[in-house]
């Protein structure tokens, strides 16, 4: 009698000990199941992939032409970018991806290879024209002797209430600041 009870108890604990480990495993794999299937979707259906081109709207006419009537129903082998393209319901893209996709090797195809496309080379030629008509030292300077006078005004009552005599004095607006920067670069001659 001893013994069947003995056994008994020895069968409960290893059943439960089965149990509670079998438990364990198909939580650990419904884990392992669910975080794979979350990242696999993060990975696949995340817009991380935006290509960007750098030529403004309209550079080249002829991009989106057709671009509205054509179909995607498999995997846009020709883009060249190596490795499996992402495939979705039966192996089509999605209308974003594919749009995009597209356009951007239409664009690449009349760029020549190995040249900077017109965007970056677009600032050279506008060079010239950032000094049409401007002249040098646009700002006001000011003389000897309303610098002598910025100087000692500094000096006697500070820069904030120099700066509002001071503009009153000369009739024209004069900034703290400059009546500050006038004030350390100010040198007495001896």
Not at 13 to 20: G, K, N, Q
Not at 27 to 42: M, R
Not at 157 to 181: D, Y
Request: glycine share 8%.
């Amino acid at each position: 009698m001893l013994c069947c009870a003995f056994c008994a108890v020895l069968c409960a604990l290893c059943c439960a000990v089965l149990c509670t480990a079998l438990c364990y495993a198909v939580l650990y794999t419904a884990l392992c199941y669910a975080a794979v299937t979350l990242l696999c979707a993060a990975v696949l259906c995340a817009p991380a992939l935006l290509l960007v081109k750098e030529e403004p709207a309209g550079w080249f006419p002829d991009t989106e032409e057709g671009l509205e009537n054509l179909q995607y129903t498999e995997a846009d082998t020709s883009l060249g970018y190596g490795g499996q393209q992402a495939t979705y319901q039966g192996g089509c893209l999605p209308w974003e991806l594919a749009a995009v996709a597209s356009q951007a090797h239409t664009l690449d195809a009349h760029l020549p290879q190995g040249i900077p496309g017109p965007s970056r080379i677009q600032g050279v030629e506008d060079v010239g024209r950032l000094t049409e008509g401007k002249c040098p030292r646009a700002y006001k300077r000011w003389n000897t002797e309303e610098r002598l006078q910025i100087h000692r005004a500094c000096t006697e009552m500070g820069p904030s209430k120099a700066a509002r005599q001071l503009s009153q004095r000369f009739g024209r607006k004069i900034n703290e600041s400059t009546v500050r920067s006038i004030h350390k670069s100010y040198i007495i001659g001896l």
